[in-house]
């Protein structure tokens, strides 16, 4: 969890870098997005990792 939150900083420090650069700005934006659904989402789906391997 850790990584996606320091990729997540990383891509808001990019944004307040760039500029105005509408291309640049978008993969960016889309890079910080992805980490946050990825922290989001990311503890149920090692809940149902741990589920799952329990009934193996």
């Known amino acids: 969890m850790a990584e996606f939150e ?7 420090q990019g944004l307040r ?7 640049r ?3 960016l934006e889309l890079m910080r997005d992805m980490y946050a659904f990825m922290m989001d989402r990311f503890p149920a789906l090692l809940d149902e990792w741990d589920a799952l391997k329990d009934e193996r």
């Open 17 to 23: 870098a760039v500029g105005d650069d509408p291309a």
């Open 25 to 27: 700005r978008r993969r």
């Open 6 to 12: 320091s990729f997540r900083a990383l891509a808001e």
